[in-house]
């Protein structure tokens, strides 16, 4: 049983993935807008996949959280937005940079996570 297979079955407990996402989210937004200096070391991996990984991360979560096909793409948008808002506000916050390829990361980022789950989701219906 693959990784997507098991969220997928367990898309029952919505309750439960939208407490995992809004911890993801809020996670993310609090690391992005903390001052350079405040942030642990990480390993040296390129910033664009860390912020792609984030929010495929993210929009994977959101698949079971919010089933529906409509909330897919309503979760995509607000994710999108978060990007942007947070690129954004990090013009005002000690040793960071708004930066549109971060915005973009974050962008297919999301993307992928959508298709991804969409893809795992038809072809379960399909079983």
Sequence with gaps: MSYLDLILRLERLTALWRLVFWIGATTVTVLSLLPQSALPPLPDINDKIEH????????????????????????AIALILLGGAIEIAQLWVPGRSAEWGDFAADTIGVVLGVAVFRLGARRRARR
């Design 52 to 75: 792609a990984s984030a929010y495929l991360a993210l929009a994977l979560v959101a698949g079971p959280a919010w089933p529906r096909l409509a909330d897919h793409a309503r979760t």
